[in-house]
């Protein structure tokens, strides 16, 4: 899976963006999830973030004709723009 990932030199934060041509199978959804909880449990969070919940990311995501979601991760929350 290719995704773009930027670094906040300040506050440590995450910006994760995935691509929706990155997600052919449910194997992609499940590779999102481990990318973005890895990058979660650096800041010391524990997302509950399930396949489902991937999925509707996604779906949202194409409903709104956008090519790509991002996930930004900070020390307090995980987000999703879209």
Known sequence: MIIDVD???F????KVQF???QFN???DLKMAILLIN???????LDPELGPDDMEEI????????????T???SEDDIEVDI
């Not at 506050?11 to 995450?14: D, I, L, P, Q």
């Not at 996604?58 to 979601?69: P, S």
């Open 38 to 44: 890895t990058f979660a449990h650096e800041m010391e």
């Open 7 to 9: 670094i906040d030199k």
């Open 71 to 73: 996930v930004e991760i």
């Open 58 to 69: 996604v779906e949202k995501t194409k409903e709104l004709g956008k090519d790509r979601f």
């Open 11 to 14: 506050t440590g934060g995450f």
């Open 25 to 27: 199978d449910d194997s």
């Open 19 to 21: 691509p929706l041509n």
